[in-house]
Structure formats: structure tokens, C-alpha cells
């Protein structure tokens, strides 16, 4: 099941169908422009392409699964399989509709990779989280001091502290507050809180970092110096 | 138990200010980016705003991540590209 490939990506290439014969893309090397050709829909070797490309991204989907399982073992090996199988298959589907989209600023392989990598790091990270409740409690920023608290804090960490929770409150928005708390206090992954949300990692992501402009904004009228270190 | 730090959580609370990429953007740049830093490129040069969304987003860090150690795994692609 793929919801919302599309918008996973980000743009699609306005290439619409496209014709089934082959034009040599000319801005791309060697190897890159025998790709491409062949994996166009008729193109000589188009099935032997997209066998290999599958083969490419499977490669790549299961190192990911295998990455994530080496980390916080959570899958038997049938259910590895299985998540690296499905990954495999819906990145083919991207990169074929994507073909267009690759301009040669990386090696095709490179390219082709993330796709794969995307769809095993999304499947793997939903599984873990399959059953779990996502709980947007629309109280809980509430507890964001208690949360930042430590027992040495200084007076200036406690002010500090104090001026975030305040700012949460008094800057942001119920669903800004629920998303900031969730991704950054609850550590639920992004691509699970957008599917439980129905929503894209990308229009979550730009609400946290609206959210976090915001707090920032306010805590720099007060005086105090927050970001990079 | 060793979790995040509470500067860790502070900042990922906060952000970092300046430009940033979007996830979209992020995406785009990946492949690029990766081969970049493999091959000792500045990297971050070449494609600014991504150093800071990395750091902001930990989907797209995870995705970063894995291509980075996939590339590194296999081989150095990177330094094997032609010139132009
Ligand atoms: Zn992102």
C-alpha cells in the first residue's frame, strides 16, 4: 500500500506519459544515458532494466532494513524480507515515474538508491509503531518545562526554560503545539505522525519549523540568545 | 537509560535559525549531497540550507543516514564520477 508517493517526493516532472521511444537525454553521461533509455517504457532491454533496477533497489532496501534491525532488533526475518520485498517494489514504481526527474548530479545508482532507502526507512519506522497509539494530547505542552527541568539547572536555564513554555503557549497554534510536542518531546517518528495525521513528512516538517521560527522569534525579544552554537 | 540530552531536546525544540532546505528540497539534493561528502567535496558549499535541515529534521537524517553508509558500504562512487 503506497499513499501519497507522490507528494513523498516532493514535485512530479510535468512530463505527463511521454513517448515509449527513446530520446537520448542529452545532458547525461555514458552510463546514466543507458539507463535511462533503456528503462523508458518500449526501449530496447526495457525489461531486463527494470529487472536489474529492482534488483538495485532491493539491494538497497534491505541494507536499510538491516541497518534499522542491527539497531533495534524488532522484525523476524520473514518480516524483513517482507518490508524490504514491498520498499523495493513501490520505490521501482517512483523511480520509473520519476525518470525524467534525474538530471545526472549524482550516478544513476546513487539516484536510484534513495528512493529505496525512503521507502524501507518509512515501512520500517511505521512497522515499529504499528498498534502503538499516537497520542496528540492538546494539554501536553503543558509539561514542557517539567520535561526540560533538570535538578542542576541554573537561574538562567530555569528563565529560559520558563520563557519557552510560555511562548508555546502564547505563539502557537493548538496543532503547531500538538506537532512540536509529538516530534520533538515524544520522539514520534515524522512519516508516522503524517500517516496517522493523513498528511506529507514535508507539510509536517514546515509546520515544526514555522512553529520553532516562532519561539525563537519570541524568546529573542526577551533577550534571551537561542539556535546555533 | 541515556536518552537525548536536555540540550538536545532544547534545540530540537528551538531549531536553529538561518536558511533552510525543505524536506522536498532535501530529497531532491540527497544523491548529490552524499556523493558530495564521500568524495570530500564541500558538500555543504555546494548545496547550502541542507546542513541545517539534516540537523532539523531527523526523517530526512535518517534518510541522509542510510545513503551515506549504503554508498560507503559498496564502494566510493563519487571519486570515480568523470569530470564535467
Ligand atoms: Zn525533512
Known amino acids: 500500500m503506497v499513499v501519497g508517493t507522490q507528494s513523498r517526493y516532493g514535485r512530479e516532472s510535468a512530463s505527463g506519459p511521454g513517448p515509449a521511444v527513446a530520446v537520448a537525454p542529452p545532458h547525461l553521461d555514458g552510463e546514466a544515458r543507458r539507463w535511462v533509455q533503456r528503462l523508458r517504457a518500449g526501449a530496447d532491454g526495457h525489461e531486463e532494466a527494470v529487472r536489474e533496477l529492482h534488483a538495485l533497489l532491493l539491494k538497497a532496501a534491505r541494507f536499510e532494513v538491516g541497518r534499522q534491525h542491527a539497531r533495534r532488533p524488532q522484525f523476524s526475518p520473514a518480516e524483513r524480507d517482507d518490508l524490504a520485498q514491498q520498499s523495493a517494489d513501490d520505490a521501482l514504481v517512483a523511480v520509473l515515474a520519476k525518470l525524467d526527474g534525474f538530471r545526472g548530479a549524482s550516478r544513476f545508482e546513487t539516484w536510484a538508491y534513495k528512493f529505496a532507502l525512503l521507502e524501507a526507512g518509512v515501512a520500517v519506522r511505521r512497522h515499529a509503531w504499528r498498534g502503538r497509539e499516537v497520542q496528540l494530547d492538546p494539554e501536553a505542552w503543558g509539561e514542557v518545562a517539567a520535561r526540560l527541568q533538570g535538578p542542576d539547572d541554573d537561574a538562567q536555564m530555569r528563565e529560559l526554560i520558563a520563557a519557552v513554555q510560555h511562548a508555546i503557549g502564547a505563539e502557537l497554534s493548538p496543532r503547531q503545539r500538538e506537532v512540536l510536542v509529538a516530534i520533538t518531546l515524544e520522539d514520534v517518528p515524522i512519516d508516522v505522525l503524517a500517516e496517522r495525521l493523513e498528511t506529507t513528512r514535508g507539510a509536517l516538517y514546515k509546520s515544526l519549523h514555522d512553529a520553532r521560527a516562532k519561539l525563537r522569534g519570541a524568546l529573542a525579544l526577551q533577550g534571551f540568545e537561542v539556535g546555533a552554537r | ?84
Not at chain 2, 17 to 37: A, N
Open chain 2, 1 to 84: 537509560m541515556s536518552g537525548p540530552t536536555r540540550e538536545d531536546r532544547l534545540e530540537r525544540l528551538l531549531g536553529s535559525p538561518g536558511p533552510e532546505l525543505t524536506c522536498e528540497e532535501c530529497f531532491e539534493q540527497l544523491d548529490r549531497y552524499v556523493e558530495l561528502e564521500l568524495a570530500d567535496a564541500q558538500a555543504d558549499e555546494h548545496v547550502p540550507g541542507m546542513r541545517a535541515h539534516l540537523r532539523g529534521c531527523p526523517a530526512c537524517a535518517e534518510d541522509h543516514e542510510a545513503l551515506h553508509a549504503l554508498l560507503a558500504a559498496t564502494d566510493a562512487p563519487a571519486a570515480e564520477r568523470p569530470e564535467g
